[in-house]
């Protein structure tokens, strides 16, 4: 019931700009945190950004100053803009997010999930 859908990866040169967008949908109560990761070939997969609950953003130092991400409470959707791309940026970006959700059947009761994007490849190249 509750997933996540990116869009917005693609081809762009380097020096360019881009904005990753990823909504949530489903009987989300809260989010705890929700934010973005990243998986260049032949690396693991690292944190690039994200939002925690109390509002607090954390970034890695190789896109702190570059990338921004923020969040639509009313729409649940996270953004990620990234700016003065360069080719190692080049990865493939997951969306994720943990969260608090409700059933139709219990509408008062709570179930935490963490939940992950399909993946959105960014390519930065010339």
């Known amino acids: 019931q509750v997933q996540l859908v990116e869009s917005g990866g693609g081809l762009v040169q380097p020096g360019g700009s881009l904005r990753l967008s990823c909504a949530a949908s489903?009987?989300?109560?809260?989010?705890?945190?929700m934010g973005w990761y990243r998986q260049a070939p032949g690396k693991e997969r690292e944190l690039v950004a994200t939002i925690r609950q109390v509002g607090s953003t954390d970034y890695a130092h190789s896109v702190e100053g570059r990338f921004t991400n923020s969040r639509d409470n009313a729409k649940n959707t996270t953004y990620l803009q990234m700016n003065s791309l360069t080719p190692e940026d080049t990865a493939v970006y997951y969306c994720?997010?943990?969260?608090?959700?409700?059933?139709?059947?219990?509408?008062?009761?709570?179930?935490?999930?963490?939940?992950w994007g399909q993946g959105t490849l960014v390519t930065v190249s010339s």
């Open positions: 489903g009987s989300i109560f809260s989010f705890n945190a």
């Open positions: 994720n997010a943990d969260l608090w959700y409700t059933t139709p059947t219990s509408p008062s009761s709570y179930r935490y999930l963490e939940v």
